[in-house]
């Protein structure tokens, strides 16, 4: 299953808007609550400068940018973990992607309505995670008991271990704050990941910022606000703004070059985001060069030589012999293959070399 980040926020913060100017998808727009109802899925072009690099310097027929998915879902309420506003469904969608993009609204327009009536980032924050820390809250209620009478047998190590888990977990949910602020060990995290909480969720934050903040965020008087309650959970944020990325998204090469010379930034806000959003799932890129293409290719982070191959065909990782490796900034700076293969550069690697983002590859395999 294909890893998704989920981009989630209250009614009217411009979530769709952003979905749009990343997927082009055209999801539905409308200035009331709930105009997203079914979350919609896009595929999203990774944006990599290495890319080109890589193909001035090894030229193919064509270029392929890896992709990922963004889902967008619709508005959370107060009440969602009780059923307000379509509450389960939403909980439940967010619940089926594996990391949250937490939109916040940071601007002033008395055209666009604000579903609690004012501006205010810190509260939009807190109703959102607080809905994911009372859902979390209760599903942990519902199991302690049964965890707890298992855990009471010597033999069942995987009910005691859980069991402790949701010791340390429940009092966290308590005070209102999310399991992602708990640092767990490495067994430890195991067990979470199977409790599949909304709160432990990764997030990154995203300020929808007025236009004219563009080329500074921390200009907008909402931002900070943000970018210091996202310090305490160890998230990113980003400042973009929605409205004008989704214009940005829709013009061609010149004019969107121009449009962000006016702007005074030197990339889409976009950019940034889909960059952030990929990493914050842990995926990383691998890239195959020369010949017919020059393609990027997605892998998880820590992964291993066999099953990255995989990621290209069934039989590379079944048959696979070995990777014949070069990091990009060694093809960067020695300028050709050959050049990085005088150098001693280029790397035969076997079964157990974990792959790093950035590496150029060429599987050996025989079926």
Do not use: C
């Amino acid at each position: 299953m294909a890893l998704t980040a989920g981009i989630v926020g209250l009614p009217n913060v411009g979530k769709s808007t952003l979905f749009n100017a990343i997927t082009k998808a055209g999801a539905e727009m409308a200035n009331y609550p709930f105009a997203t109802i079914e979350p919609n899925v896009g595929m999203v072009e990774v944006p990599d400068d290495r890319l080109a690099r890589i193909q001035e310097i090894e030229p193919a027929d064509k270029i392929v940018p890896t992709t990922f998915e963004f889902t967008d879902i619709a508005g959370i309420v107060k009440g969602a973990s009780k059923g307000e506003g379509l509450g389960n469904k939403f909980l439940e969608n967010i619940r089926q992607v594996n990391a949250i993009v937490h939109v916040v609204r940071a601007f002033d327009d008395n055209e666009i309505t604000h579903v609690n009536g004012v501006i205010d980032p810190l509260d939009d924050i807190d109703t959102i995670n607080t809905e994911l820390v009372l859902a979390d809250l209760d599903a942990v209620d519902k199991r302690l008991p049964k965890v707890e009478k298992a855990a009471k047998t010597p033999k069942d190590k995987d009910a005691q271990e859980e069991f402790a888990v949701l010791q340390k977990i429940k009092p966290v949910l308590e005070a209102g704050k999310s399991v992602r602020t708990i640092e767990f060990n490495d067994d430890e995290q195991k067990v979470v990941r199977g409790l599949f909480l909304l709160s432990s969720k990764p997030v990154l934050y995203v300020a929808n910022i007025a236009e004219e903040d563009m080329s500074d965020p921390e200009a907008s008087k909402y931002f900070k606000q943000i970018q210091d309650f996202a310090a305490t959970e160890g998230a990113e944020v980003i400042g973009l703004s929605a409205r004008a990325e989704e214009e940005i998204a829709e013009l061609d090469d010149a004019d969107k070059e121009e449009f962000l010379t006016m702007a005074g930034v030197t990339e889409p806000g976009l950019n940034k985001l889909i960059r952030a959003a990929y990493h914050l799932l842990e995926l990383r890129t691998f890239f195959t060069a020369g010949g017919k293409e020059t393609r990027a290719w997605t892998f998880k982070a820590g992964v291993k030589a066999p099953q990255v191959a995989g990621v290209i065909h069934s039989d590379f990782e079944r048959g696979f012999i070995r990777a014949e490796t070069i990091a990009f900034d060694d093809l960067d700076q020695y300028g050709s293959v050959k050049a990085v293969r005088e150098a001693g550069r280029r790397r035969s690697e076997g079964k157990e070399y974990v792959v790093q983002d950035g590496d150029i590859i060429e599987f050996l395999f025989n079926v």
